[in-house]
């Protein structure tokens, strides 16, 4: 890979597409050679279908990797405990690759919700930012992002829901996101 | 694949993400082992990245389709008629794959832009949306989708631009969208 500047990406908002657009980009860069790893700090968004595909990318040349370390984390959860110590876990695990310079993507998968409900610091976010290495692109997906991280990101985009299925009654389907 | 009630899905607004969320949508599908076919109407967004990893997971089991049938068509454009035919043609191409019972999910990559620009009718995409048979789903992407377009969707998600790079002077890379 060409060293070039690395980007801090930021998908927000109350809409679908926040997980599965980062998961277009991670697609994206690696069928430009990148080496890409996801990591999820909380259960939810990633469905079967594209952990598949990305098994299947992996098993042509190992450059993507996805690692699901969050658990499923339900907002009214009284014990945080397991929550806190797999989001921290998940955390380290970022400052890890982030330094290994064995990738050129880290996507960071509803980190943004993480903080939200307190599971992990947003200072401990702030500090990974401030000292990445410029090389390696950044993406945080989660609704409710910190203005404080979309400071310090170069693109933000907000997914906005303007109509849900839920809205005309119909059930959650296989292959769809909601 | 099991019957099921396809979804039409409107990606749209003037942030990133539209078509790489929808590329996200392809690859979940693939791997949920639907067959997806992703039509291009306007040439820009889809990058050499993603389409190579297309072409990757089509050699594993030919289950997804990318035909690239738009031109690189400028909004101040004097002579439209090469785009206005192409388009036309990524219709035509629409309407057949819906018919043929080969796919589970159409991706129609920049129609609402081709709409917007009068490449093709507004009452042509309704037409092909209301005689759509119900276990296709449907993914339409582009800026400005009309309202009778979001009228007839099941999913509607905006995504909004809240900050780019280019505000920071960072010019577009590769494997990123911008």
Redesign the interface.
């Known amino acids: 890979m060409?060293t070039?500047?690395g980007?801090v990406?930021?998908?927000?908002?109350n809409?679908?597409?926040k997980?599965?657009?980062?998961?277009?980009?991670a697609?994206?860069?690696?069928?430009?050679g990148?080496r890409v790893l996801i990591l999820q700090f909380i259960k939810g968004n990633l469905?079967?279908?594209?952990?598949?595909?990305?098994e299947?990318?992996r098993e042509?040349d190992g450059r993507i990797e996805l690692r699901r370390l969050g658990k499923g984390f339900q907002r009214n959860l009284k014990d945080k405990t397991e929550h806190i110590k797999a989001c921290r876990e998940a955390l380290q695990i970022a400052r890890e690759a982030l330094e290994s310079n064995k990738y050129?993507?880290i996507i960071l998968d509803e980190i943004n919700y993480a903080v939200k409900f307190d599971l992990i610091n947003l200072d401990d976010v702030k500090e990974l930012l401030h000292h990445r290495p410029d090389n390696v692109?950044v993406v945080l997906t989660g609704r409710e992002a910190r203005q404080e991280i979309?400071d310090l990101?170069?693109?933000?985009?907000?997914?906005?829901?303007?109509?849900?299925?839920y809205q005309?009654g119909?059930k959650a389907?296989?292959?769809?996101?909601?």
């Open positions: 060409e070039q500047n980007l990406i930021v998908h927000t908002g809409g679908k597409g997980t599965t657009a980062a998961i277009g980009l697609i994206r860069a690696w069928g430009d990148f469905q079967y279908g594209e952990i598949k595909t990305i299947t990318l042509v050129d993507m692109h979309m990101a170069d693109l933000v985009t907000e997914m906005k829901l303007i109509k849900h299925p005309k119909i389907q296989k292959g769809i996101e909601f």
